[in-house]
């Protein structure tokens, strides 16, 4: 049963690429993506030859997403079950009503029956369905704002001023092991802090950003995706108050144009 494989499947795939999982190998995970995305173009290729009305929007490694007229949807899938006898490989169908896409990595949904799915860092966060212990829980209230925007026509400005959970606007900074001597610049001076802190942009304009040194060339750079003006609440003792809502108005209208292009807001289908 191809639906009872997939969630043990995707697994072990994103697993394949962790270096810190015992199944890790690198040459398997590539060889993996590189025949995948030969077969789904092979399919593409068909489709595009023999569907007049066929209209790749966007594909990837396992789907392809199109537009294709009523009357030609016949034709389609006697093309489709071919290439699945052929493979050895069972599609799966979802019909969509809406969606918006940054990239082929990044992307939001409408399903017809009113499922909302989204692809891409920008609107994931919580458990990964890849690999069991990557849990990302940066910028919820940002994710939160995106779909906010695009689904029902909620501007950044309300789904932030709505939102009071200081959890939703946290960022796990790391300093890999690559770097050395993690410190946050204030007008105090240099203050050193952990390598992995939780921070939230700041309305103290006296709280700089993050910084660290590279071990191979002794730089010091910022740490990357992270405000101007830092607060940090590995004690969970941040409050609401402390937090600069515009910051991530700003972020959320940045993100929205990155799926728009700066138009009104852009859909397919």
Same mark, same amino acid.
């Given at each position: 049963? #191809?639906?009872? &494989?997939?969630?043990?499947?995707?697994? !072990?795939? $994103?697993?394949?690429? +962790?270096?810190?999982?015992?199944?890790?190998?690198?040459?398997?995970?590539?060889?993996?993506?590189?025949?995948?995305?030969?077969?789904?173009?092979?399919?593409?290729?068909?489709?595009?030859?023999?569907?007049?009305?066929?209209?790749?929007?966007?594909?990837?490694?396992?789907?392809?997403?199109?537009?294709?007229?009523?009357?030609?949807?016949?034709?389609?899938?006697?093309?489709?079950?071919?290439?699945?006898?052929?493979?050895?490989?069972?599609?799966?169908?979802?019909?969509?009503?809406?969606?918006?896409?940054?990239?082929?990595?990044?992307?939001?949904?409408?399903?017809?029956?009113?499922?909302?799915?989204?692809? #891409?860092?920008? &609107?994931?966060y919580g458990?990964?369905? !890849?690999? $069991?212990?990557?849990? +990302?829980?940066?910028?919820?209230v940002v994710?939160?704002?995106?779909?906010?925007?695009?689904?029902?026509?909620?501007?950044?400005?309300?789904?932030?001023?709505?939102?009071?959970?200081?959890?939703?606007?946290?960022?796990?900074?790391?300093?890999?092991?690559?770097?050395?001597?993690?410190?946050?610049?204030?007008?105090?001076?240099?203050?050193?802090?952990?390598?992995?802190?939780?921070?939230?942009?700041?309305?103290?304009?006296?709280?700089?950003?993050?910084?660290?040194?590279?071990?191979?060339?002794?730089?010091v750079n910022?740490?990357?995706?992270?405000?101007?003006?830092?607060?940090?609440?590995?004690?969970?003792?941040?409050?609401?108050?402390?937090?600069?809502?515009?910051?991530?108005?700003?972020?959320?209208?940045?993100?929205?144009?990155?799926?728009?292009?700066?138009?009104?807001?852009?859909?397919?289908?």
């Amino acid at each position: 049963d #191809g639906t009872t &494989l997939k969630t043990p499947l995707n697994i !072990k795939s $994103g697993a394949l690429e +962790n270096q810190y999982n015992d199944l890790y190998d690198p040459l398997m995970a590539r060889s993996l993506r590189i025949t995948c995305q030969l077969l789904m173009i092979e399919l593409v290729v068909r489709l595009k030859e023999h569907v007049e009305s066929f209209h790749l929007i966007n594909f990837n490694t396992d789907g392809l997403m199109y537009r294709v007229k009523l009357k030609d949807v016949g034709l389609l899938d006697g093309i489709m079950s071919d290439w699945q006898s052929e493979k050895r490989i069972t599609l799966e169908r979802d019909h969509i009503k809406r969606v918006w896409i940054k990239d082929v990595n990044n992307l939001l949904a409408e399903y017809t029956d009113g499922e909302v799915h989204t692809v #891409g860092g920008y &609107l994931n966060y919580g458990h990964s369905e !890849k690999a $069991g212990f990557n849990i +990302n829980n940066n910028w919820i209230v940002v994710a939160e704002g995106i779909k906010n925007y695009f689904l029902n026509g909620i501007s950044p400005e309300q789904t932030v001023a709505e939102d009071n959970n200081p959890f939703h606007y946290q960022y796990i900074a790391k300093s890999s092991r690559k770097f050395k001597d993690p410190h946050q610049v204030t007008s105090r001076g240099k203050i050193p802090v952990q390598k992995v802190n939780r921070v939230f942009a700041s309305r103290d304009k006296s709280l700089g950003c993050l910084f660290h040194t590279s071990l191979a060339t002794g730089s010091v750079n910022k740490i990357s995706n992270l405000p101007e003006n830092c607060i940090l609440g590995n004690r969970n003792e941040v409050t609401i108050e402390q937090i600069d809502k515009d910051w991530y108005v700003s972020l959320i209208w940045k993100r929205i144009n990155d799926y728009t292009g700066g138009r009104k807001q852009l859909t397919f289908l």
